[in-house]
C-alpha cells in the first residue's frame, strides 16, 4: 500500500496559479512513477501529467504542456504539480496516483495503468 494525499487546491483566478503537493507514506516512493490526473464534473478521468521514479523524465497532456510542470522530491516523499496560467477549463478535482515501476520512465498516461490514488484535491478557476 501506497497512501496518498493531496492538497494545495483551492480558488484562484484567471490567470493564476497554485503548486499542489502529494505526500507519499512508505519507504519505497522512488520505486514509483507517479502521475496526476483530473475529473471535471460530468467528465471522464483524463491524465495531467507524469514523472518518472528518478525524476528525470517527465510527460504532460498537450492541454496543459507550457502552463503546469511536474516535479518531485523523493526525499520528502512529495511530487508537485506548480500550474500556472489557469483557464476556467482547468477547473476539476485533481488526483495523484502512483504506479510500481523497475524501469526509470514516464509513459503511463491511463488511468487503469496505476496502483495507489490519492482522495483528489478541488481546483477552481474562476473567470
Known amino acids: 500500500q501506497v497512501p496518498l494525499v493531496e492538497s494545495g487546491g483551492g480558488l484562484v483566478q484567471a490567470g493564476g496559479s497554485l503548486r499542489l503537493s502529494c505526500i507519499a507514506s512508505g519507504r519505497t516512493f522512488s520505486s514509483y512513477a507517479v502521475g496526476w490526473f483530473r475529473q471535471a464534473a460530468g467528465k471522464e478521468r483524463e491524465f495531467v501529467a507524469t514523472i518518472s521514479r528518478s525524476g528525470r523524465r517527465t510527460y504532460s497532456a498537450a492541454s496543459v504542456k507550457g502552463r503546469f510542470t511536474i516535479s518531485r522530491d523523493n526525499a520528502e516523499n512529495t511530487v508537485y504539480l506548480q500550474m500556472n496560467s489557469l483557464r476556467p477549463e482547468d477547473t476539476a478535482l485533481y488526483y495523484c496516483?502512483?504506479?510500481?515501476?523497475?524501469?526509470?520512465?514516464?509513459?503511463?498516461?491511463?488511468?487503469?495503468?496505476?496502483?495507489?490514488w490519492g482522495q483528489g484535491t478541488q481546483v477552481t478557476v474562476s473567470s
Open positions: 496516483a502512483a504506479k510500481s515501476t523497475i524501469t526509470d520512465e514516464a509513459k503511463w498516461t491511463i488511468r487503469d495503468e496505476y496502483d495507489y
